[in-house]
């Protein structure tokens, strides 16, 4: 198949665009869609999103957009070389080669690592220099297939070059350094910044060995490279795996983009940083690098990042045990919470409850779908299992917050504390506090230098059971009592809050739900609607219906005023459009964002007021939500459906007013892409 990775049909040369690198991404997935590959509007989603979040711009004049998504059904590479450079956000300006790198969702190892090759050789001048004087289609495509797949590849004389390529032996008593690089997509970054890491070392006479934690897989350092290693260059934008085999080494760490430009300086802070006794140590605990830093975050935002991590890995058991609780109302009736428990010890498939007797001597009312024994009985089913998911939310929460922290060696502290949260009734506010606790005290045990005997007991053995015994502890004797103090006033000041207050909360959550879009304040109220679902009162389900409610506005917002004035959206934004319907409907505030990016002091604004005034009427009707996601569809499992489905409408219809107004009264011309 690595023939038809590209072809000439792929390849534009001589094109004109007008507009700024995102009419560059559309025009290269028009590109690539033409050829059958690729949904567009997927793929341009998809790279728009991964040009947020990195600018894809290279030294040299090149940009490499790229993504991988199951809006691609067969890899492929585009080329585009423009007349008129357009900036991508390289430091030494606009670029005019442009690659596009498409990868399917599920991406076999083996196209993986022919982009992986493809990556490594565009920090090679003599290669770049070449796709620029290329004149045909054709010759470009002979240009990158001899790169990512050479015609004498796997014979023992293309075995020898590779060989001859590969980093030199140190010509003097240079210390052995590795490096691990690794971007979010693990396509081209990564690859990208081994290839400038190896390129400095071998003009230096360094050995280095690099760890790509990429999508072509990893291969891993030997204990042996490890054992002579004096320092490692960590160069990435996510958290790497295995960070606990370099603990107490010299570190050097930076954004993945840094090594493009200042490999050769890299270098040299690693080897000075190996003869340095006081240069910073690796630890176990995952640190986040934010991307073009050359340094760690501080704690403040660290700490920030560890409570987007635990509410990350929460969330799933959010929306596994409430969506298995909503099954079971479904099923069995909101009355089937008395019985429950009663009917899954004492009955089974084949002795199904008599439920006369079991409602009768629980004091509740049969609400058991169409009255049926089966499915009450499979109503309590899913209602326990999901009650024993829900039971672990704190637990989760608090407990990921401080693998955030600490990495590995907080899990088990964490998740510790938060169960210990909910044993004294401090709820999730306990959780926070414990999490946050457990991973500082873990990550400073993680700093400390033990003996060598001793040193690999600490992860799984000292550093678990002395922050368990600490943070348990802490929480046991001081601070248990006022945070649980601190959690019944919250809730009783919510289950207290009706007429204007429930407005006005309904309000607050809305404007939150809205700001960032699944950003750290959509996040925070979500995570507030979510943890009050396991205390099961009205008031908990008013505050989840208003969030849910609230947060399908962005998305159903841009779809109705894209469908209303579909001139002042470009072909791009019309197909989002489309797609943001089901989005929205499901729950899913996300599918607002490519607009909110294109345009963020129209479109936010007007999202913020749509979702406050859907909050509010949510609030005001009492709609409550037993489940924590699904939208409309767990109808079911929402109390004023009608009431919910008329929140959602006005704040849709409000919001997509305002913003259609706004962009109309600033109308600006639609991008044209010619290709």
């Known amino acids: 198949m690595s023939e038809h990775l590209m072809t000439p049909d792929l390849v534009r040369i001589g094109v004109t665009i007008s507009g700024d690198k995102y009419a560059v991404i559309d025009a290269m997935a028009d590109v690539i869609a033409r050829t059958g590959r690729a949904d567009k509007a997927g793929l341009v989603d998809a790279m728009t999103q991964r040009e947020h979040a990195f600018a894809t711009g290279m030294p040299g004049g090149i940009a490499i957009p790229h993504c991988r998504t199951s809006a691609v059904r067969e890899p492929a590479l585009g080329f585009l070389k423009l007349d008129t450079p357009i900036d991508f956000g390289a430091k ?59 015609p004498n590849a796997g014979t023992p004389k293309a075995a020898a070059k590779e060989q001859s390529d590969s980093p030199e032996a140190p010509t003097s008593d240079t210390a052995v350094l590795l490096a691990i690089t690794s971007c979010p997509t693990g396509i081209a970054h990564t690859y990208m910044a081994a290839e400038a890491l190896e390129n400095a070392a071998k003009e230096k006479g360094v050995e280095l060995h690099v760890e790509t934690q990429g999508s072509g897989g990893i291969e891993p350092f030997t204990p042996a490279q490890i054992a002579r290693a004096g320092a490692i260059i960590i160069a990435a934008d996510v958290g790497i795996q295995g960070r606990e085999r370099f603990t107490g080494m010299p570190v050097i760490e930076s954004g993945v983009k840094r090594p493009m430009s200042e490999a050769a300086a890299m270098i040299d802070e690693a080897i000075a940083a190996a003869k340095n006794p006081h240069a910073k140590r690796a630890a ?26 635990g509410v990350s890995y929460m969330i799933p058991f959010v929306a596994a045990g409430g969506l298995l609780i909503a099954l079971g109302f479904l099923f069995g009736g909101y009355t089937i919470t008395s019985v429950a428990a009663d009917m899954v010890q004492k009955n089974a498939l084949w002795n199904l409850p008599d439920l006369q007797a079991v409602f009768a001597n629980a004091g509740v009312e049969n609400h058991a779908l169409f009255g049926s024994p089966l ?3 499979l109503g309590a089913v899913f209602y326990m299992i999901g009650s024993a998911g829900m039971g672990f939310l704190v637990a989760a929460l608090s407990g990921y917050i401080a693998f955030g922290i600490a990495g590995r060696p907080g899990i088990a502290p964490g998740f510790i504390g938060g169960a210990i949260a909910v044993t004294v009734g401090a709820g999730f506010i306990g959780g926070l506090v414990t999490g946050i606790l457990a991973g500082i005290v873990a990550y400073w045990f993680t700093t400390l230098k033990p003996p060598r005997w001793l040193a690999g007991l600490m992860p799984v053995v000292i550093i678990p059971l002395l922050t368990t015994a600490l943070v348990g502890g802490a929480m046991l004797l001081v601070l248990g009592r006022p945070l649980k103090a601190l959690m019944d006033g919250l809730q009783n000041g919510l289950g207290g809050m ?13 404007l939150m739900m809205c700001f960032d879009l699944g950003g ?12 009050g679902l396991a205390a099961q ?25 894209t469908a209303m004035r579909p001139k002042l959206y470009t072909q791009q934004e019309r197909e989002n459009g489309t797609a943001a319907w089901l989005l929205g409907l499901s729950f899913i505030s996300e599918g607002a964002i490519p607009f909110a990016a294109a345009d963020p002091f129209r479109v936010i604004p007007s999202m913020m007021v749509g979702g406050a005034v859907t909050g509010a009427l949510s609030m005001a009707l009492k709609v409550g939500s037993h ?3 699904g939208g409309i569809f767990v109808f079911f499992a929402i109390d004023n459906f009608l009431g919910f489905l008329i929140a959602i409408a006005v704040g849709m219809v409000v919001a997509g007013f305002i913003v259609t107004a706004l962009k109309q009264m600033t109308q600006k011309k639609t991008k044209e892409v010619a290709v």
Do not use: C
């Open 498 to 510: 009706t007429g204007s207050s429930a407005v006005i909360l309904g309000i607050i959550l809305g």
């Open 537 to 561: 009162t009205q008031a908990s389900w008013e505050i989840m219906a208003a969030v849910m409610a609230a947060g399908m506005v962005p998305p159903l917002a841009m779809a109705l005023s």
């Open 92 to 150: 030494d300006g606009p670029a005019d080669i442009v690659i596009g790198i498409a990868a399917p969702e599920e991406s076999g190892s083996a196209h993986m690592k022919l982009l992986a090759k493809l990556s490594r050789a565009l920090v090679r001048p003599g290669f770049v220099d070449s796709l620029r004087s290329a004149a045909t289609p054709q010759e470009v495509v002979d240009i990158v297939m001899g790169v990512v797949e050479p």
């Open 375 to 377: 499915a009450a009985y």
């Open 627 to 629: 489940a924590p996601h």
């Open 284 to 309: 176990a605990a995952a640190e986040q690098v934010p991307p073009e830093s050359g340094h760690t975050v501080g704690w403040g935002k660290r700490i920030q990042q560890a409570l987007m991590t």
């Open 520 to 531: 750290p304040v959509n996040k925070a109220a979500y995570l507030f609607a979510t943890a």
